[in-house]
């Protein structure tokens, strides 16, 4: 039977709505977020306040790793990188590496008798290090590929510096123009032979398979002094660690390089 009012017509049907109630609504889970921003937050501050409590060799340790959170590079205890993630050694850094090696060479047994016949220089190609010879010989046995004792430890300990480095090297053999007693070995050879030598004990010593670009001879068309062709002090070995931009070497020309040397960047590690 259905309902009517009092004068017979029909009533509309009773619509009946229910609310559920979350008893947990009142809360949800907002504060989640906001006690995890406080957590976050207070780390933070702990680790700066660690930070600024730590010796330098933790701060460089965690700059190295922002810098280079992939570890590229891995020169280790040295203003140019933290501990275990170095920096590629730029133009701004060459300096800094230059008296990095003239200390570690301080530091060798035999340094008062080598300090005159090693010179480091920045040029437009990078930081060479030349390995000057004299009369007798000093790093290779006169008129021979072989290294001496000198030659080797000090060859040893480039290794080991310059091994941590992500920088291409190259290495160059020069000789006089003294012209070699034999006909069938020439200045290019021995000077061939020489930079050769010259990696393999540094691949061998620290320096990695990949890390040398270039294994040059000259011969005596690069004398350092022009005026005194004969000069043992043309005989060297020069080491070059190149510039790295984005981590490609720059290319520089041979007459860059030269043009820079002849601008006095050369420094004797004696002097220091």
């Known amino acids: 039977m259905a309902n009517n009012d009092q004068k017979g017509a029909p009533l509309a049907p009773i619509i009946i709505i229910k609310k559920k109630i979350?008893?947990?609504g009142h809360h949800g889970g907002a504060w989640k977020v906001a006690y995890a921003d406080f957590v976050t937050a207070m780390m933070a501050l702990f680790i700066?306040?660690?930070?600024?409590?730590?010796?330098?060799?933790?701060?460089?340790?965690?700059?190295?790793?922002?810098?280079?959170?992939?570890?590229?590079?891995?020169?280790?205890?040295?203003?140019?990188a933290g501990s275990g993630a170095g920096a590629a050694i730029g133009i701004d850094d060459m300096e800094k590496l230059k008296e990095k090696i003239e200390q570690a060479?301080?530091?060798?047994?035999?340094?008062?008798?080598?300090?005159?016949?090693?010179?480091?220089?920045?040029?437009?190609?990078?930081?060479?290090v030349e390995l000057l010879e004299t009369e007798k010989g000093m790093?290779?046995?006169?008129?021979?590929?072989?290294?001496s004792d000198r030659?080797?430890?000090?060859?040893?300990?480039?290794?080991?510096?310059?091994?941590?480095?992500?920088?291409?090297?190259?290495?160059?053999?020069?000789?006089?123009s003294k012209p070699y007693a034999?006909?069938?070995?020439?200045?290019?050879?021995?000077?061939?032979?020489?930079?050769?030598?010259?990696?393999?004990?540094?691949?061998?010593s620290g320096v990695k398979p990949n890390q040398v670009a270039q294994v040059r001879g000259y011969a005596d068309q690069q004398l350092r002094k022009e005026d005194d062709p004969e000069n043992p002090g043309n005989r060297r070995i020069s080491v070059i660690v190149q510039y790295l931009y984005s981590?490609?070497?720059?290319?520089?020309?041979q007459k860059t390089a030269k043009a820079e040397n002849e601008k006095g960047k050369e420094t004797v590690v004696a002097k220091h």
């Open 139 to 147: 790093f290779f046995e006169s008129g021979k590929p072989n290294p």
């Open 48 to 80: 700066v306040l660690w930070l600024l409590g730590s010796d330098d060799s933790v701060k460089k340790a965690v700059g190295g790793y922002f810098s280079d959170p992939e570890g590229n590079g891995k020169l280790m205890g040295t203003t140019l």
């Open 247 to 253: 981590g490609n070497p720059v290319r520089i020309n």
């Open 22 to 24: 979350n008893h947990g």
């Open 151 to 176: 030659g080797r430890e000090l060859l040893q300990m480039l290794s080991n510096q310059l091994g941590k480095l992500p920088n291409k090297l190259l290495i160059e053999g020069h000789t006089d």
């Open 182 to 204: 034999s006909e069938s070995y020439s200045n290019w050879e021995l000077s061939a032979d020489r930079a050769n030598t010259a990696r393999r004990l540094m691949q061998n």
């Open 105 to 128: 060479m301080k530091q060798m047994p035999k340094f008062e008798q080598i300090k005159e016949q090693v010179q480091l220089i920045v040029t437009g190609e990078g930081l060479r």
